[in-house]
């Protein structure tokens, strides 16, 4: 029997969970956009905005880093060692977010007023304080499963979770909220702690039940402080940034002439073009969620091939998917918004960012993998430029060009960054890449999408372009045998 390659086999199941978490956060995105609006949705991503960075600093570098030191051990032979590793690191999760949660509680009327600028989001903040220590140690528990390999059992978990959130906010929504957005960002947030209570009581019960070897007592702390606090320095950087950034978006767009609803505006990009535009890179995530784990264990096993193979292979299949999504959701993106959302400016938005796609999927393999090789302090210095680079460039440009601005910005931070990650990886590995491929998938997909766009209906230019795509890399030899038989292995131990 041939033995498989776990990490693309995990990944294929990550990928399915996903997609369909994915799905059903967008089709429940749909319904919430039509239950509170435009301006309501504006509301509710501003709230989840400062629950994010909240939640980032709670959290604090601390489920990458299990990921990371349990993959270590493992890698090392040493499963003992896991349970002083889940020791320490529920014990920094508990005192980080529980100071966290004590402070955007008690800031939670200032955080209302001053920075979303809505005093009705209040009771909403106080809602997340409740729950965040609860959030925060999920976490550390998703990140000891992904380390361990416990793909099967963390994919149901997380249906489960999804399941309950979307039932409890529905139920809060029909029964308690009614029209009032307000209500309806407490629906929301009630929903997802609901899940989050959920997961984190299947998590440890499932580890508690797993009666793992327990090895001698060692010293996690300077290792984990090593790798959490950095990791904790560049998410809460970023996301405290990127919430002012978001917070201070509808201001600034207010100044432009041609705004007459900034704040709708704003859901519209957010709430609305984002999800679909990252719904296909679901795909990714769950082999980002597999590497991080992986190259740690090949790193400490000293295997450079394998990482050499891994690096190589992710990256060729990040851009070949990444093409193909970026061009279909070019080709479709007035229709589907239209359909999804009854906006067509949103379609014009989705048409604007859809071209980016192909980079962002590529960034998103490459920074799961210079952390995963032990790279976070690099992330760090990366994410601190590119997001003070993205708030500088919005306070100016907003009021002069607004929406377009937006774009603008989101664009030049994005390529500086993913620049700055490919360049340390290949650094670090000493690999290289050839950039002819990813040249030719662009010129493929150029000619395709022209060939494509002469068809009236939108779904068959997203049919047509795929064959048509697929047959011209195979013909150009970027797309070889190799790679059918490979994708045909995988395949079969399904």
């Not at 939670?108 to 304080?129: H, K, Q, V």
């Not at 039940?209 to 090895?215: H, W």
Request: hydrophobic share 50%.
């Amino acid at each position: 029997m041939r033995r498989p390659l776990p990490i693309f086999y995990n990944a294929l199941l990550l990928t399915g969970v996903n997609l369909l978490l994915r799905l059903v956060s967008t089709i429940f995105q749909v319904y919430l956009s039509g239950r509170i609006g435009a301006a309501g949705i504006g509301l509710l991503q501003l709230t989840l905005s400062v629950g994010a960075m909240s939640m980032t600093a709670g959290i604090a570098g601390i489920r990458t880093a299990t990921m990371y030191l349990t993959a270590e051990e493992l890698g090392k032979r040493r499963p003992g060692n896991v349970i002083w590793v889940l020791s320490g690191s529920i014990l920094y999760s508990i005192l980080c977010s529980g100071a966290v949660a004590l402070c955007l509680y008690h800031l939670a009327p200032t955080l209302a007023s001053g920075w979303i600028g809505a005093a009705e989001a209040t009771d909403s903040l106080r809602l997340l304080a409740s729950f965040l220590p609860v959030s925060c140690l999920c976490g550390v528990m998703t990140g000891y499963f992904i380390a361990a390999n416990r793909i099967s059992t963390l994919a149901a978990v997380e249906v489960a979770e999804q399941f309950c959130s979307i039932c409890i906010t529905v139920i809060a929504l029909g029964l308690w909220a009614g029209n009032d957005r307000s209500k309806a960002c407490q629906s929301v947030i009630l929903g997802s702690c609901a899940g989050s209570v959920l997961t984190l009581s299947c998590l440890v019960i499932l580890r508690l039940r797993e009666r793992s070897p327990r090895g001698i007592p060692i010293s996690i702390r300077k290792r984990l402080m090593d790798t959490a606090v950095p990791l904790a320095l560049a998410d809460d950087l970023k996301t405290g940034i990127n919430t002012i950034e978001n917070l201070m978006v509808p201001k600034r767009l207010s100044l432009f002439h041609g705004a007459s609803d900034p704040l709708a505006l704003f859901g519209t990009v957010c709430g609305m073009v984002f999800p679909v535009l990252m719904f296909p890179a679901a795909l990714l995530f769950g082999l980002t969620e597999l590497l991080i784990p992986e190259l740690a264990r090949c790193n400490a096993a000293g295997s450079r091939k394998r990482i050499d193979y891994l690096m190589h292979r992710s990256l060729r299949l990040a851009c070949l998917y990444g093409t193909i999504c970026s061009s279909i959701l070019f080709l479709i993106a007035p229709e589907l918004c239209q359909s999804l959302y009854g906006s067509t400016e949103a379609g014009t938005y989705l048409r604007w960012f859809s071209i980016l796609a192909v980079m962002l999927y590529c960034d998103i393999i490459t920074d799961s993998m210079i952390k995963g090789l032990g790279q976070q302090k690099a992330s760090v210095r990366y994410n601190i430029l590119t997001s003070t680079l993205d708030v500088i460039f919005l306070y100016l440009l907003l009021p002069r060009y607004g929406i377009l601005g937006y774009f603008l910005s989101f664009l030049v931070t994005h390529v500086i960054n993913f620049i700055l990650s490919l360049r340390r990886l290949l650094k670090i590995t000493k690999g290289k890449l050839s950039y002819t491929t990813p040249a030719l998938m662009v010129l493929a997909a150029l000619i395709c999408i022209w060939a494509a766009s002469h068809l009236t209906s939108p779904w068959l230019r997203a049919f047509a372009f795929l064959p048509m795509f697929l047959s011209l890399l195979f013909l150009t030899g970027v797309l070889t045998k190799h790679d059918i038989h490979w994708i045909k292995k995988l395949l079969q131990g399904i």
